[in-house]
């Protein structure tokens, strides 16, 4: 506990995520009040073709009052 994934489109370094990744470890251990060796972070590329169906319709729509920071664009 906890595990974050994050979805994005291709094109980031090795090395980008994995800085993302140590920070993001980082950040959550602290605000959540919990060991470093317990945070955990997948990054997952998705074509931006693929993006609607695969995120937005599946995750982020369905996600509603769990959504704690919502994009700023939308497919309406």
């Not at 605000?31 to 609607?52: F, N, P, Q």
Request: hydrophobic content about 35%; glycine content about 6%; proline content about 5%.
């Amino acid at each position: 506990m906890p595990h974050v994934e994050i979805k994005c489109f291709p094109g980031r370094t090795e090395e980008q995520k994995q800085i993302c990744a140590e920070k993001l470890t980082e950040v959550v251990a602290e605000t959540l009040g919990c060991r470093i060796s317990s945070v955990s972070i997948a990054i997952r590329e998705i074509a931006e073709e693929d993006w609607k169906t695969e995120v937005w319709d599946r995750e982020i729509v369905p996600a509603g009052e769990n959504l704690y920071k919502k994009p700023g664009y939308s497919y309406e």
